[in-house]
């Protein structure tokens, strides 16, 4: 059986870079055994499956190559991207239904941006020993004077471990070990790590996300990773704006440069609840041939 699928760009920045998605449409013909056979042919990091829904917009699941996941930022960015520059969803405010529940997908300016939840914060001194700061260090193969501040996990729906180093040119010599960031990440229950240091002008934060507990050694723009560290710029380092641009991908090699778009929305000054968004572009469409 041949399935189409979208290969998109997500969080792409001036018509290039960004983070390529799949995205199958009609999924509703396809078993979970199928989704996963896809995903692992079109082998990106997360391949989105649309189908239609009784209760929201469209519904979506998220596949890696190995395992379904609950929620993927870019490929969220990726499908409703697509969607919407195809014509086959129109307005402003639309809805994804997820394995755990409906999320909000706001279009503004062309851009799909997708709701997140308020953050919540487990600080190092929580941390079990089998994921300490010296374990941490070790996995990106740096030294702790590196460290601008002490790691903290933050989630909005999904956990990363953010790691703040004290300038921006550490990102270009870290070493991940990608055995041992996995141990830290499965002890923590985490996607995994993102990286980061405040950069100087537009861009709030440049970073690198590390998630081998998933099968992805590194991705060049993780929507997901973003909104927690918007919302730390914010709460723990006095940042107090309501916007936030978060570039990505630019150290990796090799390098895709991301620009990931992070929105507040703020109650009495707390964060009650986040989007993040950015640009989606159509790179190709393939075809792969799946069992029946």
Not at 42 to 66: D, M, Q, W
Not at 231 to 253: E, K, P, T, V
């Amino acid at each position: 059986m041949e399935q189409r699928v979208h290969i998109v760009d997500a969080f792409a920045r001036d018509g290039g870079g960004g983070n390529p998605a799949g995205v199958v449409l009609q999924a509703d013909r396809l078993n979970s055994a199928q989704k996963l056979a896809i995903a692992a042919r079109v082998g990106l990091s997360e391949t989105a499956f649309v189908s239609r829904s009784e209760i929201a917009t469209v519904k979506l699941e998220f596949f890696t190559p190995s395992r379904q996941i609950a929620h993927c930022g870019h490929a969220t960015i990726a499908a409703f991207g697509y969607l919407q520059q195809t014509g086959a969803v129109e307005g402003e405010l639309l809805t994804k239904e997820t394995i755990d529940g409906i999320r909000r997908v706001a279009i503004r300016g062309g851009r799909p941006f997708m709701e997140q939840l308020a953050p919540t914060y487990t600080e190092a001194l929580a941390f079990p020993p089998a994921a300490g700061v010296d374990r941490i260090v070790g996995s990106l193969g740096i030294d702790s004077g590196w460290l601008a501040t002490q790691p903290v996990v933050c989630s909005t729906g999904n956990r990363f471990l953010i790691v703040h180093l004290d300038r921006e040119a550490r990102l270009a010599q870290l070493a991940p070990d990608q055995d041992a960031i996995a141990a830290v990440s499965e002890a923590l229950d985490l996607i995994g790590y993102y990286v980061f240091a405040e950069s100087g002008g537009e861009v709030a934060a440049s970073a690198r996300m590390f998630a081998p507990r998933y099968g992805i050694p590194e991705e060049p723009a993780t929507g997901m990773a973003a909104g927690p560290l918007a919302c730390y710029l914010y709460d723990r380092l006095g940042l107090r704006r309501h916007a936030f641009l978060i570039g990505q991908g630019a150290y990796m090699q090799p390098p895709s440069p991301s620009r990931i778009m992070v929105d507040l929305q703020l109650a009495q000054h707390r964060i009650a609840s986040l989007y993040v968004g950015g640009e989606a572009r159509l790179r190709r469409t393939l075809a792969v041939e799946i069992a029946p």
